[in-house]
């Protein structure tokens, strides 16, 4: 990203893999252009680097960490700052009790600059780093003006001029550093014993080093907003509806089933009760299949037989009346006698009236009460036409 008062923006796609540039270019410094680089790399992640003069690092101690920390930090750094909290912005790492703390302090003005240059720009940024915090320890990078450096336990962005001295101090004598520095440069005065190797484009040298600090400047008030977590916090409500909604609908449906299945067992054994009334002393294997064995066998012997067709008109009549069973169940001279209990007489004169309604003649005998419910006989013809 650009210091101040500069124009341009410099980007690099980068092969980690091959360790090569794939694609490189400078970019007007406006929304506009890294608009049109967010389509080209839409599907990559981005990583930025700003410059480190702008960015001041300091480390301290805490007593606590976590939150208790984070919400200490400011205090503890405001003699350090030259300037006021309300006009810079503070980014750490992890804060651990009693251990050393990286924090970053950027003026807000610069964060202002790049945030609004950032924000809306479509590009999915990963982490934003001064270029000091991107490199490994004890490596500088020297080009034509500038000089980053991360020595030991210093690390700077300065002129290339004042490096030397600033060197003197940080590094001593007993620190072995690599220094990479632009082609066609000379190193600063007093530099020349160190390791050094030559490179063509700073921001490709950035990329082959990238060892960057887990410290985010895009973060607190500057974090970048999730485009998917804001859609889906639009959404989620509708969408919990809707899983409940379906949720309480399978839970009915697999409800219905059950009280189905327990109704068709409950039918199946009154099925087996009355053939086992009818025909006493038979083993029941499939009631259905040897009832109507049975009945064709009686309509064998007596063609007249209206059994079979009375037998499925009762069964049609006595759907879904839960209230009544059917405890025996005899035919004899053109007419069926019915022992049935009943949860109550409502049930019985349900039951009357739909036998009635399937064309028989319905005499009612005498009911009596049982601890439960009530118990009596019915005798049905068939009506008079």
């Not at 004042?162 to 005065?189: C, V």
């Not at 020349?192 to 490709?204: I, K, M, P, S, Y």
């Not at 039918?267 to 109507?292: C, K, L, T, W």
């Amino acid at each position: 990203m650009p210091a101040p008062h500069e124009p341009t923006v410099q980007w690099l796609q980068w092969d980690t893999e091959a360790e090569q540039v794939l694609d490189s270019g400078v970019v007007d410094a406006q929304a506009s252009a890294l608009a049109a680089l967010a389509e080209r790399f839409a599907s990559l992640p981005c990583f930025v680097v700003v410059p480190g003069e702008w960015v001041s690092w300091q480390r301290v101690v805490l007593p606590k960490g976590g939150r208790v920390g984070l919400s200490a930090l400011p205090f503890l750094l405001e003699e350090q700052l030259c300037s006021d909290l309300e006009n810079v912005h503070l980014a750490c790492g992890a804060i651990r009790a009693n251990e050393s703390t990286d924090v970053l302090v950027v003026d807000r003005q610069y964060m202002d600059l790049w945030h609004g240059l950032l924000a809306n720009s479509g590009l999915k940024i990963k982490s934003v780093v001064p270029d000091y915090a991107a490199l490994p320890a004890n490596v500088a990078l020297i080009d034509d003006t500038r000089a980053v450096a991360h020595i030991g336990q210093q690390a700077i962005a300065i002129a290339k001029d004042n490096l030397s001295y600033w060197w003197q101090l940080a590094a001593g004598q007993d620190t072995s550093a690599q220094i990479y520095h632009l082609q066609g440069t000379e190193l600063p005065e007093g530099l020349n014993e160190q390791d050094h190797q030559v490179f063509e484009h700073r921001l490709a040298m950035i990329a082959k080093l990238w060892q960057p600090w887990p410290i985010n400047l895009f973060s607190g008030a500057y974090a970048l907003r999730d485009e998917s977590a804001a859609q889906w916090k639009q959404f989620r409500w509708p969408v919990l509806l809707l899983l409940t909604v379906l949720f309480t609908h399978f839970i009915q449906l697999a409800m219905d089933v059950r009280d189905n299945r327990r109704q068709i067992e409950l039918y199946e054994q009154g099925m087996v009760d009355i053939y086992r009334d009818v025909f006493p002393g038979a083993r029941v294997v499939n009631a259905r299949s040897q009832m109507r064995s049975q009945l064709n066998a009686l309509e064998g012997v007596r063609s007249d037989s209206d059994f079979l067709p009375w037998l499925e008109r009762i069964a049609n009549a006595s759907k879904g009346n839960v209230s009544l069973r059917i405890q025996q169940m005899t035919y004899a001279n053109s007419a069926i006698k019915i022992l049935v209990e009943a949860d109550s007489y409502d049930g019985v004169d349900r039951w009357v009236a739909a036998l009635a309604s399937q064309g028989f003649e319905v005499e009612r005998g005498a009911f009596g009460q049982l601890d439960k419910g009530i118990s009596g006989q019915l005798e049905l013809r068939e009506a008079a036409q």
